[in-house]
């Protein structure tokens, strides 16, 4: 059974550009959760989000980004005209169960915006 | 607010020498979930605590949760190289709201 995977791992990006970050949860797994890690810095919730349905996205800053989740394909996240402070390693986690459960996270996506 | 304290924010000790990581709660949490991250890795689940007064030992990992609900512990017993990284409890306040502590980042002095 794969684990939950996460493509890019790297991305590079100008000031500008947009960032599309891809995560596949774990098979039978329909909750996903994407959280930002700033260097030597904890983890920040931004969304959750289940097939269709954005559940929470109250960590989620309300201009450039967006997340989705449909009924077929991964998860994606969105960012619009990035800014250099958006460089961290975006971490999204699967769960087969609603709310507080355990979560299995991808191997994340480093974001670096020049 | 609902918020969680995560102690200490470092901590270097020599191989062989114990660890304690705290989190404490101005509130009663529901439960509380642990989880390690390695250097440059990914968090990785290690357990969850639900009873007042819980206690689970993994090997050499021992898992508290307060009688009150409202404080946490990992302790390691024994540090090797392989326990290096950061150390983040979730707690559960009840609203779902997923809010990591502030980790505790091991280094081991070999």
């Known amino acids: 059974n794969a684990g939950v995977m996460q493509n890019p791992r790297h991305l590079v990006r100008r000031r500008g550009q947009e960032a599309r970050l891809r995560c596949s949860p774990m098979?039978?797994?329909?909750?996903v959760y994407w959280y930002r890690q700033l260097p030597e810095e904890g983890l920040k919730f931004m969304v959750y989000?289940?097939?269709?349905?954005?559940?929470?996205e109250s960590g989620m800053p309300k201009e450039r980004f967006s997340a989705e989740f449909p009924k077929e394909g991964p998860s994606i996240l969105r960012i619009q005209q990035v800014v250099r402070g958006d460089s961290a390693a975006y971490f999204c986690?699967?769960?087969?169960?609603?709310?507080?459960?355990?979560?299995?996270f991808g191997p994340g996506t480093r974001l670096t915006v020049l | 607010g609902q918020q969680v304290m995560q102690i200490p924010q470092y901590q270097h000790v020599q191989e062989g020498e114990d660890f304690t990581t705290y989190c404490n709660s101005s509130?009663?949490?529901?439960?509380i979930q642990w989880y390690k991250q390695r250097p440059g890795g990914h968090p990785v689940f290690l357990i969850q605590?639900?009873?007042?007064?819980e206690v689970k030992k993994q090997k050499r990992l021992t898992f508290q949760f307060g009688e009150a609900k409202k404080n946490s512990s990992l302790h390691i017993t024994a540090t090797q190289t392989t326990d290096v990284g950061t150390y983040f409890c979730?707690?559960?306040?009840?609203?779902?709201?997923?809010?990591f502590g502030t980790g505790t980042r091991l280094t081991i002095i070999p």
């Open positions: 986690a699967s769960s087969p169960l609603p709310g507080y459960n355990e979560q299995f």
């Open positions: 098979k039978g797994h329909s909750h």
């Open positions: 989000l289940q097939k269709e349905n954005i559940i929470d």
């Open positions: 509130t009663t949490l529901s439960n």
């Open positions: 605590l639900v009873k007042s007064g």
């Open positions: 979730l707690p559960n306040f009840g609203n779902e709201k997923l809010t």
